[in-house]
T-cell receptor, first 115, second 114 residues
Framework: DAGVIQSPRHEVTEMGQEVTLRCKPI?????LFWYRQTMMRGLELLIY????????DSGMPEDRFSAKMPNASFSTLKIQPSEPRDSAVYFC?????????????FGPGTRLTVL | AQSVTQLDSHVSVSEGTPVLLRCNYS??????LFWYVQHPNKGLQLLLK??????LVKGINGFEAEFKKSETSFHLTKPSAHMSDAAEYFC????????????FGGGTRVLVKP
């Protein structure tokens, strides 16, 4: 199993630019999660999808952030325009929800630096 | 509401000695509990999970954790530390009452001395 795949692994951009992070969940999983990790705030859930539908986006910081899941095998997290305070590691995770509590499997993360 | 407190932000052990990482949780309902490990510049890897079956849970790499409801604890242990155990460890709680959302502890960074 290839696990959760994220790209790019590293992204350096300038303030005001658009950034798109990509995630391919584990095949067969029906839930996908986007997290952000910073030294100050630790790991925060930004948004999660179930069967490609956004279920909870209460963690999305502001309108500059948007996420889509056009199909079961692909999701994007977009930041437009980016700001230095968006610098963080962004993780994607996926799981198979079947009614009980599922186990989330994390990707390697994308380290974003906004100058 | 649910929350997790990892009682030590840093733990230093010598190679070959036991490791103990402490975790206390708060949850309105029967929780599911996880330990994840994060090596430098890597993603989070699941070590083990508790989901209301046996209270002593064995995970990968020789780690185990015991769920103690009376103490609301889920401490992680390993009898003998290895250099490769140097990493950050996260205790995580989840539950159906919280929509199966994960709540992370602040993490414990483990240093293993030769």
């Amino acid at each position: 199993d290839a696990g959760v795949i994220q790209s790019p692994r590293h992204e350096v951009t300038e303030m005001g630019q658009e950034v798109t992070l990509r995630c391919k969940p584990i095949s067969g999983h029906n839930s996908l999660f986007w997290y952000r990790q910073t030294m100050m705030r630790g790991l925060e859930l930004l948004i999660y999808f179930n069967n490609n539908v956004p279920i909870d986006d209460s963690g999305m910081p502001e309108d500059r952030f948007s996420a889509k899941m056009p199909n079961a095998s692909f999701s994007t997290l977009k930041i437009q325009p980016s700001e230095p305070r968006d610098s963080a590691v962004y993780f994607c995770a996926s799981s198979f929800q079947r009614g009980g509590v599922d186990t989330q499997y994390f990707g390697p993360g994308t380290r974003l630096t906004v100058l | 509401a649910q929350s997790v407190t990892q009682l030590d932000s840093h733990v230093s052990v010598s190679e070959g000695t036991p490791v103990l990482l402490r975790c206390n949780y708060s949850s309105s309902y029967s929780p599911s509990l996880f330990w994840y490990v994060q090596h430098p510049n890597k993603g989070l890897q699941l070590l083990l999970k508790y989901t209301s079956a046996a209270t002593l849970v064995k995970g990968i790499n020789g780690f185990e954790a015991e769920f103690k409801k009376s103490e609301t604890s889920f401490h992680l242990t390993k009898p003998s530390a290895h250099m490769s155990d140097a990493a950050e460890y996260f205790c995580v709680v989840s539950g159906r009452a919280a929509g199966n959302k994960l709540t992370f502890g602040g993490g414990t960074r483990v240093l293993v001395k030769p």
